[in-house]
């Protein structure tokens, strides 16, 4: 089945730091989506972007809707620990029923 | 409060015997779907369901059945497990609208 690509796979940085991590498919979405997944839970919806070129923020998270409609952008600014955990982006095609997956990008913060 | 229930939270079984994963939501939601967890491949779709009585394959189904005979339970059924289908399963369910699902607390199965 189809997937997006998520990079980085995963990130070690020193708490205060941004954070920046990208998604990016083959095929053109209508949606995109970035959710966070703390260790022994599931995975909880932070940010939803159903515009080309949006820009949308949650507190010190921001994401944007690339204008190609075939990636997106999430940025954390000033890191502090409780940001630890895997960050999932996810899409939906134009007419699609589900959701397609990233791989995720696992965050470590060293305080 | 409104929450998404799965159980068990932890399986260990072995290869052949028959088990199923419980799923429920109190939400009044029509979506609702089932997802695997695995390292380096994130969240994979097994199956979803559109509505009571309407299921349709996501995109690694083999192995796996469903059932929606109520609005609010959707039970994963693994006929006969084997060591391959050892992961971490979510549970999931939405308003019609598909994005803003939300999700299970998560089944960590292992297949002997």
């Known amino acids: 089945g189809q997937q997006l690509n998520q990079s980085p796979q995963s990130m070690f940085i020193q708490e205060g730091e941004d954070v920046s991590m990208n998604c990016t498919s083959s095929?053109?979405?209508?949606?995109w989506l970035w959710y966070k997944q703390d260790p022994g839970e599931g995975p909880v919806l932070l940010i939803a972007?159903?515009?080309?070129?949006e820009l949308t923020s949650n507190g010190r998270l921001t994401a944007q809707f690339g204008i190609t409609r075939k990636d997106s952008f999430l940025n954390i600014s000033a890191s502090i620990p409780s940001d630890v955990g895997i960050y999932f982006c996810?899409?939906?095609?134009?007419?699609?029923?589900?959701?397609?997956f990233g791989q995720g990008t696992r965050l470590t913060i060293n305080p | 409060e409104a929450q998404v229930t799965q159980n068990p939270r932890y399986l260990i079984t072995v290869t052949g015997k028959k088990l199923t994963v419980t799923c429920s939501q109190n939400?009044?939601?029509?979506?609702m779907s089932w997802y695997r967890q695995d390292p380096g491949l994130g969240l994979r779709q097994i199956y979803y369901?559109?509505?009571?009585?309407?299921?349709d394959k996501g995109d690694v189904p083999e192995g796996y059945k469903v059932s929606r005979k109520e609005k609010r339970n959707f039970p994963l059924i693994l006929e006969s497990p084997s060591p391959n289908q050892t992961s971490l399963y979510f549970c999931?369910?939405?308003?019609?609208?598909?994005?803003?699902?939300?999700f299970g607390p998560g089944t960590r199965l292992t297949v002997l």
């Open positions: 939400m009044n939601h029509e979506y």
């Open positions: 972007l159903y515009k080309a070129g």
């Open positions: 369901s559109m509505n009571v009585e309407v299921t």
């Open positions: 996810a899409g939906r095609g134009q007419g699609a029923q589900k959701l397609v």
């Open positions: 095929s053109i979405f209508n949606t």
């Open positions: 999931a369910s939405s308003p019609r609208v598909v994005e803003t699902q939300y």
